[in-house]
């Protein structure tokens, strides 16, 4: 089965490459296999793609979102978006660093308005948390910086643990307690009013952005094109 998936993606590629010389131009044609993370993937990046997709008519795009780990060359990914991810990368994958994560804790007016606001990391892990879970039942510990180069990792007991980053947000917003959460992903809900940055001096880096492909599939138009995209305009500071 491994052999026969191997063949059909060789066809497929291809196929692909021989309809690219035979219309004797270097535009994005055929199919585009991407994936990117569930949450990120549907805010930041599926925008983009829309907006590439209609001005390359001749592209088929194939984007899944997903947080699962993924294998480029067994499952034909063309292009990948990774937060976090291996600090070295095999010889076979392309990658490019895009910036890190700003995490910052964040809780809803009302929450704050009940229970007062947290003036320093002591008193912050006296409040209720809500946690991101991960798929084996443990938790993301919080982050808590104490001076420069000093980053604790603190294991918290959590009144609501949820595996996806929009459902965490949304707890948050419901007043269910504190959280630590990319900026990415609460700027709108901050500049609306409805979370509120707590302890600003405790913002910190966390995980890396990277987009990472097979190497030499960088050779197609397709690919190029979208890395360079995504290289100019995505962002997760």
Request: overall charge negative; charged content about 20%; some cysteine.
């Given at each position: 089965m491994a052999f026969y998936r191997t063949c059909v993606r060789v066809l497929s590629e291809l196929e692909e490459a021989e309809a690219v010389l035979a219309a004797q131009r270097s535009e994005p044609i055929g199919r585009l296999r991407m994936d990117a993370p569930a949450t990120f993937g549907r805010l930041r990046v599926w925008p983009l793609m829309l907006r590439f997709a209609q001005q390359h008519p001749h592209l088929r795009p194939h984007v899944s979102f997903t947080d699962r780990f993924v294998d480029l060359l067994d499952e034909g990914i063309d292009v990948a978006i990774r937060i976090g991810g291996a600090d070295h990368?095999?010889?076979?994958?392309?990658?490019?660093?895009?910036?890190?994560?700003?995490?910052?804790?964040?809780?809803?007016?009302?929450?704050?308005?009940?229970?007062?606001?947290?003036?320093?990391?002591?008193?912050?892990?006296?409040?209720?948390?809500?946690?991101?879970?991960?798929?084996?039942?443990?938790?993301?510990?919080?982050?808590?910086?104490?001076?420069?180069?000093?980053?604790?990792?603190?294991?918290?007991?959590?009144?609501?643990?949820?595996?996806?980053?929009?459902?965490q947000v949304a707890a948050v917003k419901a007043g269910y307690g504190i959280a630590q959460l990319a900026t990415w992903l609460v700027c709108e809900e901050i500049a609306q009013g409805q979370l509120v940055q707590v302890l600003p001096e405790l913002a910190t880096q966390g995980l890396p952005l990277n987009l990472v492909w097979p190497v030499g599939r960088q050779l197609l138009p397709k690919v190029d094109a979208m890395l360079e995209l995504l290289s100019a305009e995505l962002q997760i500071a």
């Open positions: 990368w095999p010889g076979s994958v392309g990658h490019r660093y895009l910036g890190s994560e700003r995490l910052i804790f964040c809780a809803s007016p009302d929450y704050l308005t009940k229970l007062g606001t947290p003036a320093s990391s002591v008193e912050l892990v006296q409040y209720d948390a809500v946690l991101y879970g991960r798929a084996d039942g443990t938790t993301s510990p919080w982050l808590i910086t104490h001076g420069p180069g000093t980053t604790e990792r603190r294991t918290m007991e959590g009144r609501i643990t949820v595996g996806n980053g929009e459902a």
